[in-house]
C-alpha cells in the first residue's frame, strides 16, 4: 500500500490549518479544458497540490493543480483544479488518495467533469453527457490491495455508481438551462495515446457512447466509499476513424473552452438545486 490511514489523517490535518476548519459539502474534479468554473467559486482559500503532504501533483496539460475552497450558490465546496491520471505514472491505489482525502474533509457527493471523444455517431462536438455507467477492461483498480475498511468492504456494488437521484437532478437542471442534455456509457482508455479506429468500434460495439483517459479511478473510489457521484462528460471531439482527421490535445482544450459557459451554467444550477435540497 503506498498510503496508510495514518498518511490521509496527515494530510486531512494539514489541508483543515491551511483552510481553517472549512468543512466543504461537495467535491468537484474538473477535467481538461474545464478549469475556468474554478473562477466562479467564492475563494475561502488555494492550496497547490505541491504543497499537500504526500498529494500527488499534476503534470497533465491544462490542469492547473489546486486544490479550491470556497462557496458557490451558497453551498460550501473543495474543487480539484487539474485531476491525475495513470498515463502521469501514477498507479490506480495512489489515484484513489485524493477521493478519500475529499470524503474526509467532509463531502456529501462529488461531481466529476472530463472531456471525452464521442464514440456516439450521432452526437457532435459540444455535446454533454451524463454518465450513467462505464466500461473498463483495461489494467488494475483502485481498490487493489489491502483493503482500507475505514472506507468501505473489501467486494462493494457498483450498481448506482452514478447516481440516478442525481442524474435526475442534473436532467431536469439542463432543461431549466435549456441544454440538449445526452446520457450515456463512458469507456475508459489508459491512454496517454488517443484511442485507435479499431477500438473505438470494439468500443461502440460493446456499447460506449465516449472514450476517455480518467473519472473511472475516482467514481470506483467513490463507490467504495458509498460516496454519490454525478458523471458529466463534455464530447470535445469524434473519436477516431469517425472523421478523417487527425486528433490532438489542441482541439480538446479548444473545444472545452468554447463549451465551458454551457458546462458551467450546468453545473452551477446543480449546485444552486443541492443547496436547495438542504434547507
Not at 89 to 96: N, R, T
Request: glycine share 12%; with cysteine; hydrophobic share 40%.
Amino acid at each position: 500500500m503506498e498510503y496508510s490511514m495514518e498518511t490521509l489523517r496527515e494530510t486531512v490535518s494539514y489541508i483543515n490549518e491551511r483552510t481553517g476548519g472549512f468543512k466543504p459539502q461537495t467535491g468537484i474534479v474538473l477535467g481538461s479544458g474545464l478549469g475556468g468554473l474554478s473562477k466562479l467559486i467564492d475563494k475561502v482559500c488555494e492550496i497547490p497540490y505541491g504543497e499537500i503532504p504526500g498529494f500527488p501533483v499534476s503534470t497533465a496539460p491544462g490542469h492547473e493543480g489546486r486544490l479550491i475552497f470556497g462557496t458557490l450558490e451558497g453551498r460550501r465546496l473543495v474543487c480539484m483544479s487539474g485531476r491525475f491520471h495513470r498515463y502521469e505514472g501514477y498507479s490506480y491505489q495512489l489515484l484513489a488518495m485524493p477521493v478519500r482525502v475529499l470524503k474526509l474533509l467532509g463531502i456529501s457527493e462529488l461531481i466529476v467533469t472530463n472531456a471525452a471523444g464521442s464514440i456516439n455517431k450521432d452526437w457532435r462536438p459540444g455535446d454533454i453527457m451524463l454518465i450513467k455507467d462505464h466500461i473498463k477492461l483495461f489494467g488494475d483498480s483502485p481498490m487493489t490491495g489491502p483493503n482500507m475498511a475505514e472506507f468501505g468492504p473489501r467486494f462493494f456494488d457498483t450498481t448506482d455508481m452514478y447516481s440516478k437521484k442525481l442524474r435526475a437532478l442534473a436532467k431536469n437542471c439542463a432543461k431549466e438551462c435549456g441544454i440538449d442534455i445526452k446520457e450515456g456509457v463512458y469507456f475508459y482508455f489508459p491512454g496517454p495515446q488517443f484511442e485507435s479506429p479499431a477500438e473505438i468500434r470494439a468500443a461502440r460495439l460493446l456499447g460506449g457512447d465516449a472514450a476517455g483517459m480518467s473519472t473511472v479511478s475516482e467514481a470506483l473510489t467513490a463507490a467504495h466509499m458509498k460516496l454519490p457521484v454525478l458523471g458529466i462528460s463534455l464530447m470535445t471531439n469524434m473519436a477516431a476513424g469517425i472523421l478523417d482527421q487527425p486528433l490532438s490535445s489542441e482541439e480538446v482544450n479548444e473545444a472545452g473552452e468554447a463549451a465551458a459557459p454551457r458546462m458551467e451554467s450546468l453545473v452551477r444550477t446543480v449546485i444552486k438545486r443541492l443547496s436547495g435540497e438542504d434547507d
